[in-house]
């Protein structure tokens, strides 16, 4: 096991590597100058190679990266130009933020997705799986930035009840786990949930098809088992890939939030990149994307490893 | 499909294929998917908006660009606004079917590309081998670091907003998850006795991967690539959505979604309509998918 962890490190740091490579040079295939969003339209020829050397945009770009990825390593991912601190303070504070949507958004669809998942795989070609893969086929296929207008439309606009934006009293700096505060996750919450809900519905109903049409759930019963305990042993078969899925969507709810914070102005990382864009900050756009790639790359090898730790076929191929 | 794995095989080939079937494999695929209902209907309401997008001058519609300060946020069923109104006064019907234009080309045109890229690329690294698949797949890895909707937003957001550069970063995202999938199915058919027959006969690497390979690993990615087009629409009305698309007064899904936003608290239901059609085309192209996925699957 051990041999095994380690060489997905050693496998994972060149992949490291070449993500901090294009991060870096996000920045580089932007049109025009990088400093063009904090120079003034008229700044002298002089200012703009004062501004430059300041910044080493000078420098030749292989310089320049190791330079910049020498400063990540150590923790600094320089100053956001909009509003002049550190850009790892910021962004590590808008991705709890976006953790705690995340959380709650996994909780309600992998909860569902499993339930409908085996309940769908199990009555295959009834009813039941009709109405569980339309549920999940909807959820994969919904724009989840119309649905949260949608979902704000119904319970905010027309029935009042839950509030349509924000992250509820104190901003963005003081999420607690009381109504008060989760009343603001709700919508987001099950807005995020749906596509994640939609695949692993569609990933269990596969899974336990596979697994119920094999010779050794014929064998269970054939011993004479309860239905219950041949389902324990569908479950526990289906785990590691379905962990493995689990895993990946809760990387891309992490990674991919900025357009559901966008419709309720929820104070994650998503936000944060949003406002990186369009204020042309590039430092913040570099070093948001950089912490969000890498917590996805992280998450990839933590999936790789309890899949292992769960499945020992794994490790042996 | 106007190649046929059948067709595309030499004589060689053609004995060990499964060629037996008295009727053509896509022939067969063809009957499969008609039978379908489910496949039908998408297929159907696909052809419909397609169509009215097409033909969207010549069916008689309102100036989707003409607003009118007097009859703004008219609701849905208003004398002679069918579907309302939107926050400029414009015909909110005129612009849904305009908008299709816009909307279905920036998000079927990256998949397309893609589909292209993909799979040249993966059709090279499962064949070649060696070296310049290590090369291809790993570089091909490094975009796997990045959730998708994060790499097409970096990119749109580096480059700045646009058509083009919403087209050239949804290309950038999904050509690696398609050459992954072909260089898997291309290393699949790259050992079948066919192959080696071809070789054999004298035949070279690049007719080989064009002539006896092509055919037969276009059906799979094909089928990954429609399914595809559903994340695309999706994604593609999101950067629209985010600002990051085309500009206005151009009718686009996602940006119908974006400026009628402020208008949810005075006649939400309008503001939600362009959403509608796009998970309505992500819907369909889904369900087709699936249905092409299980037609394909002989086997069943």
Known sequence: MFVYILRRIVYVIPIVISVALVCFLLVHITPGDPLVAILPADASQELAQQLRVAYGFDRPLPVQFGLWLWKAVNGDLGHSIATGRPVLSEVMRAVGNTVTLAIAAALIGFTLGLFFGLVAGYFRDTWIDKVATSIAIAGVSVPHYWLGMVLVIIFSVELNWLPAVGAGPGGSGAWGWDWEHIRYLILPAITTSVIPMGIVTRTVRALTGDILSQDFVEALRAKGLRETSVFRHVIKNAAPTAMAVMGLQLGYMLGGSILIETVFSWPGSGLLLNSAIFQRDLPLLQGTILVLALFFVFLNLMVDIAQAAIDPRIKRS | ?300
């Open chain 2, 1 to 300: 499909m106007s190649v046929t794995p059948i067709g595309a095989m030499s004589d060689a080939a053609l004995q060990v294929g499964p060629a037996a079937n008295a009727r053509g494999y896509w022939a067969t695929v063809g009957r499969r998917i008609t039978r379908d209902k489910v496949s039908m209907v998408c297929a159907f309401i696909l052809a419909l908006i397609f169509l009215s997008a097409l033909c969207a001058p010549w069916l008689g519609l309102a100036d989707p660009y003409q607003g009118s300060m007097i009859r703004r946020l008219r609701h849905i069923g208003a004398p002679n606004y069918p579907l309302g109104t939107d926050e400029l006064g414009r015909d909110m019907l005129a612009r849904l079917i305009y908008g299709g234009r816009l909307s279905l080309v920036v998000g079927i045109l990256p998949v397309i590309l893609a589909f292209v890229c993909g799979t040249s690329l993966g059709l090279v690294a499962g064949y070649v081998g060696g070296r310049i698949n290590t090369a291809i797949m790993r570089t091909v890895d490094v975009f796997y670091a990045f959730p998708s909707v994060l790499l097409a937003i970096a990119i749109s957001g580096a480059l700045g907003a646009g058509i083009v550069n919403s087209i050239v970063s949804l290309t950038v995202v999904f050509v690696p998850q398609i050459t992954r999938v072909a260089e898997s199915v291309t290393t699949g058919v790259r050992n079948m006795d066919f192959v080696e027959a071809a070789r054999a006969s004298g035949a070279g690497p690049f007719t080989i991967m064009r002539v006896h390979m092509l055919g037969n690993v276009l059906g799979p990615i094909f089928v990954y690539a429609t399914g595809l087009i559903s994340v695309s629409m999706i994604l593609a009305a999101g950067l629209s959505f985010l600002g990051l698309g085309t500009k206005p007064p151009e009718p686009e899904w996602g940006l119908m979604l974006n400026t009628l936003r402020t208008a949810i608290y005075v006649n939400p239901w309008v503001a939600a309509l362009p959403g509608a059609m796009i998970f309505a085309v992500s819907i369909c192209f889904n369900l087709l998918s699936d249905g092409m996925r299980s037609a394909m699957d002989i086997r069943n």
